[in-house]
């Protein structure tokens, strides 16, 4: 029967139903009393209670043993309760549950039920510890398996904040989460207070700010990134609160490349603007293990200390930098001064591709730096190493002692570059100074030296001789302790100077049987009168060939005198080189020169000198008329030409001999004076000067005259400018200057201090020329400023060389009655024909010392001096 079937699969239904629901009843009846009944009275839970009072009403039945219906009501209603509890409870605990569930199900991975397959919640979310029939206190959850991300440490976050937001939790409680393995999460809800919520405050703090610097996204979170706090420590804030803060964490960088310092330095900087701390955070970036390790370093500790003074370095290298590049510039330093110090050694610095070839910029951040290290440590010197390889500026700097010879270097270098840019730097064209090597050892004040040093002009013009003179000036001013000698490279507008040692204060006249001696005479052969040794090394030779002329000035006791007679010197010391006409008009200081068969002539009175002038001009016209004859344009060419062809010799007499015309005082003689007889008498002697000036080079006829004031307006111009080498000798005022060297060179010297015999040179050649006059007595007397050394003088020496020669010394009584030396020769030779010595009647009465003139057959020719001697060191 249907109905009846039916009813029967109705009541079936409901049996069945029955029983589930019975079972459930019984299930959640035994699950929450006996296990999971968390409520509490006072300070027991319900579950304890139950416990209890089974325990209890059974002691009393086993004890009493009589009053069984009063024990089996009590458990009777004990039952009703907790079954009636437990139907209550245990449904809207499973709705928590639901709602829970659903609202992880997203976040967490977890499976999504169907009708077919509906979900369990207790199989995620388990461990659960109710704080009220619905209210939950702890639990676990175990993410889905599905996708590894879900609890991947980078985004552990995101479940965390799933459940925070779908389990509220207890009133004034917060929720904290362990995660035990990457798929399982604790959660506990502890008081706000508990130390665990500020951990995990801080934790999260610090995933954040690595998750946004290492632009970690959910997507990228599982690619190997984790956070593990290894220590805590506490720390009390300024408001007094305790809180707990990292001492060390390590995080794994995935795959993140760790070795561009420009992220490493920018993470840095970032990670401390984010998350600050007490102390400071140091980092070590592990490439072997591709991790980061930060630890916490107390504030004003050693590690602390040398952080924060490498980020203020690094700091003020990129403030010193105009225009920064695209790339970072990092600096790292490398070592520190020692084990306890914070003060760095070596510092790498990168400024990635920024161009700092130019000088002025690298001058002003080395500037900037020197000055901020020098506040901090005002014993310590930098030392910059620059190096441009590759499009790349790398900077390496090194801190020394201000004691350490390179920083004594730098400094000396720092100097003279300011020194030069700011004398011949103009804001466009940049002057370049730099010093290439350097002396060994410091100077007496303790500075170091340069030995070689470059200035690049830049586009400043150097071809001009006062702009060099100008700089070598003033270069020359910088340094005490050596001179310079100078290379210019003027197409190239650079100089490059090197040390070489001090033009010494005095220095003597070499003697016979030295090289130095042998050099200079040999140089006199030909012409050529050595002074002394110039600035900046070499020797200062007057090149009669080149410069026929000559005016030697100089204030009264400079050694005017002294350079004056080295001249005459070469010319008595060869005789067969040289004739000299003597003009003194003073007589003082070159009376004795007679005595010397060289010396030609000797004239004193006004008459006297117009002769002699007369003379030189006979001797150079005669010698025009010879070169004439020969049609050659010069004497050294005829000599040239006698050589090879030695008949035109016998034809035409020897080559004449050089005639230096001597002229002391010339500005003396030239000053007009009342006499107009003698006057007129100069003028000739002056045409006759003017004459010999023009034309004496061919015929080797050269004026050497010497002023105290050579005036302009007594000097005429025609003579003057023919009077092509200038000595200034000693310090000079403008005027004397001017009149001399036709520049202040002159008055550089200091009045007081300078060396005897130091004087200025000038020649068309070379330009102006610093020399020291070597210093030559005319009598022997003991060196001057060495009392040990006995100096011969330059009568002796040539008297020695004539005897040498062939000569015998003579004496004659002067027109004053007084008797004076002369030489003669003594050997009658056919190859030294005679040289007439005058005697004393020839002697012109009014005291001229004049000796006959000579043709020119009377000269020693070089030829016959050589034969004539076995071994003479001069004939070169
Ligand atoms: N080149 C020199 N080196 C060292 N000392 C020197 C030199 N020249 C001169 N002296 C010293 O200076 C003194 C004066 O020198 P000198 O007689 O040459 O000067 P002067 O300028 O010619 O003076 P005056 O015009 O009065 O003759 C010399 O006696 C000597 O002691």
Not at 36 to 52: E, H, K, Q
Request: negative net charge.
């Amino acid at each position: 029967m249907p109905r009846t079937r039916r009813g029967t699969a109705f009541s079936a239904q409901l049996q069945q139903q029955l029983a589930t629901w019975a079972r459930r009843l019984l299930n959640d009846w035994a699950v929450l009393t006996w296990t999971a009944d968390s409520a509490r009275v006072g300070p027991v839970t319900v579950t304890a209670l139950n416990w209890l009072f089974l325990i209890g009403i059974s002691a009393i039945g086993f004890l009493t043993n009589g009053h069984l219906m009063w024990i089996g009501v009590a458990a009777a209603a004990w039952l009703v309760v907790t079954i009636v509890r437990a139907s209550i409870v245990m449904p809207r605990r499973r709705n928590t549950l639901e709602a829970i569930y659903s609202g992880l199900q997203k976040p967490a991975g977890l499976p999504s039920g169907t009708v077919s397959r509906p979900t369990t919640p207790s199989k995620h979310i388990t461990a659960i510890r109710w704080s009220s029939s619905q209210s939950i206190r702890a639990a676990q959850l175990s993410v889905g398996a599905s996708s590894a991300s879900v609890g991947a440490p980078m985004r552990r976050l995101i479940v965390e904040k799933a459940i925070e937001q779908s389990v509220p939790a207890p009133a004034d409680m917060e929720w904290v989460f362990n995660w035990t393995k990457s798929s399982t999460v604790e959660f506990e809800a502890v008081n706000g207070d508990d130390p665990r919520v500020a951990k995990q405050l801080m934790a999260r703090k610090i995933i954040a700010t690595l998750r946004s610097l290492f632009k970690i996204t959910d997507r990228n979170a599982a690619d190997g990134y984790a956070l593990d706090i290894a220590e805590w420590a506490d720390e009390t804030r300024a408001d007094g609160a305790v809180v707990p803060i990292p001492t060390q964490l390590r995080f794994a960088a995935g795959s993140q490349d760790l070795t561009d310092p420009g992220f490493r330095d920018t993470l840095e900087r970032s990670f401390d603007r984010s998350v600050s701390c007490p102390g400071e955070w140091i980092y070590l970036w592990n490439k072997d293990e591709q991790a980061l390790e930060i630890s916490r370093a107390a504030k004003g500790s050693l590690e602390a200390r040398r952080k924060l003074n490498e980020r203020k370095f690094a700091d003020e290298i990129r403030s010193a930098i105009t225009k920064p590049g695209k790339d970072p510039v990092v600096a790292v330093v490398e070592t520190w001064a020692d084990d306890e110090s914070d003060q760095p050694a070596t510092i790498d610095v990168d400024f990635g591709t920024l161009p700092l070839g130019e000088r002025r910029l690298r001058d002003k951040l080395e500037d900037s730096l020197d000055t901020s290290i020098h506040t901090r440590w005002p014993d310590v010197r930098l030392l910059f190493d620059w190096k441009f390889e590759g499009g790349s500026t790398q900077l390496a700097i090194m801190s020394v002692d201000h004691n350490d010879v390179r920083a004594k270097q730098k400094s000396v270098e720092k100097k003279l570059r300011n020194v030069v840019e700011s004398k011949f730097g103009k804001a466009s064209t940049p002057v370049d100074c730099d010093i290439i090597e350097w002396q060994e050892g410091l100077s007496p004040t303790g500075e170091a030296l340069p030995q070689r040093a470059r200035v690049n002009f830049g586009s400043i013009d150097v071809n001009k001789r006062e702009t060099r003179d100008e700089f070598q000036d003033h270069w020359d001013s910088l340094t005490t302790n050596n001179d310079w000698a100078y290379s210019w490279s003027t197409a190239d507008g650079i100089v490059t100077m090197t040390a070489v040692p001090r033009l010494p204060d005095q220095l003597a006249f070499p003697m016979p049987g030295t090289t130095a001696f042998d050099e200079a005479i040999a140089l006199a052969r030909k012409g050529v009168l050595r002074f002394g040794p110039q600035k900046g090394g070499g020797w200062l030779d007057w090149d009669l060939n080149e410069t026929p002329h000559g005016l030697v000035g100089g204030k009264t006791g400079q050694g005017k005198s002294v350079a004056l007679s080295i001249v005459l010197f070469y010319a008595m010391l060869l005789p067969d080189v040289y004739e000299v006409i003597v003009c003194d008009p003073k007589r003082t200081d070159f009376t004795w020169t007679p005595e010397f068969p060289s010396v030609v002539h000797f004239a004193a009175t006004d008459t006297e000198i117009v002769d002699a002038v007369a003379r030189a001009k006979r001797r150079m016209d005669a010698g025009q008329t010879l070169l004439n004859k020969l049609q050659v344009r010069k004497l050294s060419w005829l000599r040239e030409k006698y050589a090879s062809d030695p008949e035109l010799e016998k034809a035409h007499g020897p080559v004449p001999r050089r005639l230096i015309l001597f002229f002391d005082e010339l500005a003396d003689f030239l000053a007009k004076g009342a006499n107009s007889d003698v006057e007129e008498l100069k003028d000739e002697a002056r045409a006759n000067l003017e004459s010999i000036a023009r034309l004496g080079r061919a015929i080797e006829v050269n004026i050497v005259a010497a002023a105290q004031k050579p005036d302009a307006k007594i000097i005429s111009t025609q003579l003057r400018s023919q009077l092509g080498f200038r000595l200034g000798v000693g310090p000079l005022d403008q005027y004397e200057s001017q009149q001399i060297l036709n520049s202040d060179h002159g008055t550089r010297f200091p009045e007081e201090g300078t060396p005897k015999g130091r004087s200025w040179a000038y020649d068309p050649k070379n330009g102006y020329r610093q020399v020291q006059v070597m210093f030559l007595p005319d009598d022997s007397m003991v060196c001057p400023w060495d009392a040990s050394i006995m100096l011969t003088g330059s009568k002796e020496l040539a008297r020695d060389r004539l005897i040498e020669l062939g000569f015998a010394q003579t004496s004659i009584t002067n027109s004053d009655g007084g008797i004076e030396p002369r030489w003669i020769r003594v050997e009658n030779d056919d190859a030294w024909p005679s040289i007439d010595v005058p005697t004393n009647a020839e002697h012109d009465s009014e005291s001229s010392d004049t000796k006959p003139e000579l043709d020119f057959g009377a000269g020693l020719g070089d030829q016959e001096l050589n034969d004539s001697d076995d071994v003479d060191p001069w004939n070169q």
